[in-house]
């Protein structure tokens, strides 16, 4: 008689679909971001290499915002393309399914059986997929982008060491107007730590947690500073109305001008 065992799951497992996918992508959550931000601005810093390469990458995730899973969408399906998966809560996948196609899966975070479903999950993914990055969020809800302390749940080192070796990338995401009429979307990513079955889990969550905080601090203070060279845009939206009047009028104001003075 042959026993199978079967790969623990979560009441709903990603359902990577491609066409599905794209669609979700074209027409949901592009032309949102687009119509919402004047720029989409990453700085991957010294997380560039282990994204572009072949390991396991597991992305954990400042949550400040409804949009932070669509900047996910944003920097995995252009700037840094994998096989690309999100954790997400039960509730909202169940109302917004067709998610799945895209790579997400559940956790339930008040169901400790399910909670560690997800978890065994999200470590499975890292292992057996092509060029996996899984994106989670452990914080576990969305709070403002300079409380302090962070208090990250467990799970994210509990997924670092059941993978068996992953590069560990803190994600600081941020919003900020400026002096433009639309916000610009801001991602910094920290100094990754890679972590394999041999680290020890309670010494791998002080770590994540305080790579996070540095990560997610030092976006707020490059912010203030205006210090922004280091990113790129990897996605440009609508400009704003300051801006098109520039480009449409000001010729014309500064003919005007011009006429003015030699009067």
């Not at 008689?1 to 992508?25: C, E």
């Not at 004047?38 to 949550?63: E, K, M």
């Not at 809560?89 to 169901?111: I, M, T």
């Amino acid at each position: 008689m042959t026993i199978v065992l079967q790969t623990p799951r979560p009441r709903l497992p990603a359902q990577p679909n491609r066409a599905g996918a794209w669609l979700i992508y074209r027409g949901l959550v592009r032309p949102a971001l687009r119509r919402t931000f004047g720029r989409v601005l990453l700085d991957s810093g010294a997380a560039g290499a282990a994204l572009r390469g072949s390991q396991p990458v597991l992305c954990y995730v400042t949550h400040v915002s409804w949009w932070d899973g669509y900047l996910a969408f944003e920097m995995f399906r252009n700037a840094y393309p994998r096989r690309h998966f999100l954790m997400m809560e039960e509730a909202q996948l169940k109302r917004y399914f067709f998610f799945r196609w895209c790579g997400c899966f559940s956790v339930h975070r008040s169901d400790p059986r399910e909670g560690v479903r997800s978890l065994r999950y999200a470590a499975r993914l890292l292992q057996t997929e092509r060029r996996p990055l899984v994106w989670m969020f452990p914080q576990g809800a969305i709070g403002p982008a300079d409380r302090r302390p962070l208090a990250l749940y467990r799970g994210v080192a509990d997924i670092a060491t059941r993978s068996g070796g992953a590069w560990c990338v803190p994600v600081a995401l941020r919003y900020e107007f400026g002096a433009e009429q639309h916000p610009d979307a801001l991602i910094a990513c920290g100094e990754p730590l890679w972590v394999d079955g041999a680290s020890e889990r309670g010494a791998v969550q002080s770590a994540l947690s305080d790579r996070l905080a540095a990560a997610a601090d030092g976006l707020r203070d490059r912010w203030n500073a205006g210090e922004l060279g280091g990113f790129r845009p990897i996605l440009r939206g609508r400009e704003s109305a300051n801006r098109r009047f520039d480009a449409i009028l000001g010729p014309a104001v500064r003919w005007l001008q011009r006429l003015g003075r030699t009067r």
